[in-house]
């Protein structure tokens, strides 16, 4: 090992780390990024596969600046805790020491498909955020109440309550009913500049050749993209009466 690190080449301008020329708040979202698949999981669960050794904590390697900057990032989003039950999860969140608790950014617990198809209690939730909010104050006395972030899922994954966010099924509908108003002012906006560009060609041009130009825009424009009101519109200018040439 002495030998293979003498005979390393130096660091030289063209292989030198280009991390560190970037903003310090880019370089962390690298860093949380570069963390993600190193998050370990507490709680209730099947025993996990032997792990494998983490090639994201190799950064750490690169240089003292690097490490400094990026081991507190990897031990302030080290853990989430998984737990199949909100009472499992608040007694077991209460046998782990203050230093553990503060570690958990992440606290998720399962609704099963099971329970008659009801989201998760008020009130348990509630109770669960003032538990955690108290372990919270005993593993920092005195400073603003804050803990991790309360999500409840599915056993399929699905996200239904989330504490910073709130119900997350009315969250994604108001994210699709905006995406479909964003859509729809897009849709209206070009439609009004093609009118706009056709009334201005209308003046421009002579009957026939406003006739044969929107004969020709008609011909190339997609059969879903064309309603049977933009062709009773465009009908009142491009009626096919034979015309004396001009």
């Known amino acids: 090992m002495i030998e293979d690190h003498a005979n390393m080449t130096p660091t030289t301008p063209s292989t030198r780390c280009r991390l560190l020329e970037l903003p310090r708040e880019l370089r962390d979202t690298i860093y949380e990024y570069a963390f993600i698949d190193s ?3 507490l709680g209730q669960r099947a025993p996990d596969p032997p792990a ?3 090639t994201a904590t190799s950064v750490f390697l690169t240089c003292h600046q690097v490490y400094a900057e990026s081991v507190d990032t990897l031990r302030r989003h080290r853990y989430h805790f998984h737990s199949k039950d909100i009472r499992d999860a608040i007694k077991a969140l209460s046998q782990l020491s203050p230093q553990d608790f503060m570690r958990i950014r992440l606290v998720q617990c399962v609704h099963h498909e099971d329970d008659m198809g009801m989201i998760c209690s008020s ?3 509630a109770r669960l955020k003032t538990n955690l909010a108290f372990l919270h104050q005993r593993a920092k006395p005195g400073q603003p109440t804050g803990g991790p972030v309360i999500e409840i899922v599915r056993d399929s994954g699905e996200a ?13 509908e108001a994210k699709r009913q905006k995406r ?3 859509i729809r002012k897009m849709e209206l906006q070009q439609t009004e500049r093609m009118r706009k560009k056709t009334e201005k060609l209308r003046k421009k041009l002579s009957p026939n050749k406003f006739f044969d130009y929107h004969s020709k825009q008609l011909s190339q424009m997609p059969y879903e993209q064309g309603s049977e009101s933009e062709g009773v519109r465009f009908g009142q200018h491009t ?8």
């Open 180 to 182: 479909e108003m964003r």
């Open 123 to 125: 009130r348990d939730i």
């Open 239 to 246: 009626n096919p009466v034979r015309r004396r040439p001009i």
């Open 39 to 41: 998050i370990a999981k």
């Open 160 to 172: 239904l309550f989330n504490s910073e966010i709130g119900n997350m099924r009315e969250y994604n």
């Open 52 to 54: 494998t050794p983490c």
